[in-house]
């Protein structure tokens, strides 16, 4: 088909697969020592029994540069390396099921080196809201709870895709929505699904029109994501937990049916 790009189609390598997982590995152990080295020091008692104040300012001691920042710095990393743990998480969990059923792409590797990053923005935009709207104009870095911060990051990061779709759909009710333009995205229409039936670990190509933006494809109850996508056609594969029923591909614009159903086993 002329609207196939060869780019990434092939499956992934050990070595790819190897040098995915070492990447996800280190950054887990570096991301975990961030954490720990920059939260947030808790107030202490004096000789007297008094309770002392949090300290303004800690160190952070990493390896050949040892940092001081304060409380307020302390979280904006902290709510960083908890949205990237977050992401590593649900990158480590996709690429082990991917290689287990032995249907990784190696257009999804690109994915797992960005997904970290992606999880730590949305972390620190979810954080700066929240901030914005939970503490009033006089309140200071020392009346956030970080482990109550901490543990929002890390959702955040764990679950990327539907937190971008929530922050897209809190903020499309208060802004006016833009008028389409001409390079407005199409609606998603489905005309065919190949093959029509399957077990689990089943490659599936589904074919139409306005499926670039496609983030999954639904298989009765269970969801999977979506591999390879452009506006003619898109790749998945068949999740575990699937039931006979028309595949729906889910978009930003949108959701479409496909015509016929899928038959799984």
Do not use: C
Request: no cysteine; proline share 9%.
């Amino acid at each position: 088909m002329a609207d196939e790009s060869p780019v990434g189609t092939e499956y992934a390598r050990t070595r790819d697969i190897v040098a995915a997982s070492a990447f996800l590995l280190l950054l887990t152990a570096a991301l975990l020592t961030l954490l720990v080295q920059a939260w947030p020091p808790a107030a202490g008692t004096a000789p007297d029994g008094r309770v002392q104040p949090p300290p303004s300012s800690t160190v952070v001691h990493l390896p050949g540069w040892s940092p001081r920042l304060s409380r307020e710095s302390g979280l904006f990393v902290v709510v960083l390396a908890a949205g990237a743990l977050g992401a590593v998480v649900h990158a480590l969990r996709s690429l082990y099921w991917y290689v287990g059923n032995r249907a990784l792409r190696r257009s999804w590797l690109m994915m797992y080196l960005f997904l970290p990053f992606v999880g730590a923005l949305l972390a620190l935009i979810v954080y700066l809201v929240l901030r914005g709207g939970l503490t009033s104009p006089a309140g200071g870095a020392s009346d956030v709870n970080p482990y109550g911060i901490t543990a929002i990051a890390a959702l955040v990061g764990l679950f990327s895709r539907e937190t971008a779709e929530k922050l897209r759909t809190v903020f499309a009710t208060l802004l006016a929505p833009a008028q389409p333009g001409r390079d407005q995205a199409l609606s998603p229409r489905i005309t065919s699904v190949e093959p029509a039936s399957g077990p689990a670990g089943t490659a599936v190509v589904v074919r139409g029109s306005g499926l670039s933006s496609a983030t999954a494809v639904r298989f009765g109850g269970a969801e999977a994501p979506v591999t390879d996508a452009t506006d003619a056609r898109l790749r998945t594969t068949v999740p575990p937990g699937a039931t006979t029923d028309r595949p729906v591909v889910t978009t930003p614009g949108g959701s479409a049916t496909a015509p016929t159903t899928f038959t799984v086993g």
